[in-house]
Structure formats: C-alpha cells, structure tokens
C-alpha cells in the first residue's frame, strides 16, 4: 500500500459564520471522512499569515493508504454525495478550485537539522 496526504483546503462562505463551519468541519465532516476505507487519520490548520486578499484561509490534511489513488478519490466523491444525501453537508464551505491537486505522496524521507537550532 502506497500511503498518501490528502489537501483540503477551504473557505467559509460567511466570515459571519465561521465558527458554525468550523463546528461543522471538526464533528461532521472529518469524521465522515474518516470512515471512508483507507483514511488512517485527519488534522486541521488555520492559515498563519492573514494577508488580505489570500484564499483558502483552512487545510485538512487526512494521511491515507491505498493501492489504486483513482478508486480511492472516486470513494470521497461518493463519501461526499452520501453526507449530502443524509443532509450532513454544509452549505458554508468552499473549497479549491478542481485543477489544485489534492493528493500527493512522499518522494523523500524526513529530514532532521545535524544540531538542534533554537529560532532566534
């Protein structure tokens, strides 16, 4: 099994709501995620900078293993439609645009600093 990250990245289409989305996100969403076969574990990340103007202020970022990368993205799709058909999607989010690459695999092994460096 290959394993991969999967990038999510999102808006919330009311800033006026944002904690609803993020309410949403963390106890609806990501764990319908998680249940598709394959997904081992899932984290979310706010944007560090808020520069005016930037898109995309969240990540999810679900770390998953499979052998066939197409089945498994045509698996979100269906996870997705099903949490639309029970009602458990949410109007709020936005995500990427499509041509924004959502998976990816490791091509090197983490590396350390030799000494331990302290940030100044």
């Given amino acids: 099994m290959t394993r991969y ?12 709501r944002e904690n609803e989305y993020n309410e949403w996100y963390n106890t609806k969403h990501v764990p ?47 996870a997705t439609m099903s949490t639309i058909k029970r009602g458990r999607f949410s109007e709020l989010p936005v995500f990427e645009p499509p041509e924004i690459p959502r998976f990816y695999y490791q091509i090197m092994p983490a590396k350390k600093p030799k000494t331990s460096r302290k940030p100044k």
């Fill in 32 to 78: 319908d995620m998680l249940e598709i076969p394959g997904m081992l574990k899932a984290t979310r990340w706010v944007n560090a900078g808020d520069k005016h103007g930037q898109q995309r202020k969240y990540l999810a970022m679900y770390e998953l293993e499979t052998d066939d990368i197409e089945k498994f993205d045509t698996m979100v799709i269906e």
């Fill in 5 to 16: 990250l999967f990038f999510a990245f999102s808006d919330c289409k009311y800033p006026d």
